[in-house]
């Protein structure tokens, strides 16, 4: 996989994962538990997505 098709992949599963955190959010609370998984989770994304950023393009 190219390294920019592996970007846009990231950004979308980024995107989509901040949407149904927001959701899950307003509709159970910022401290219910699921709202704090799908944090947790869209932060292990970002981690991600700028590990990435940080490599040398090769």
């Known amino acids: 996989m190219k390294r920019h098709e592996m970007f846009n992949d990231l950004v979308a599963e980024i995107n989509s994962k901040r949407k149904l ?3 899950i959010g307003m509709a159970k609370g910022l401290c ?3 709202t704090i ?3 947790e989770e869209l932060d292990k994304l970002i981690y991600k997505y700028q590990s990435l ?3 040398p393009n090769n």
Do not use: A, D, R, T
């Open 32 to 34: 219910h538990f699921e």
């Open 21 to 23: 955190m927001i959701k």
């Open 53 to 55: 950023i940080k490599l």
């Open 37 to 39: 998984q799908y944090s």
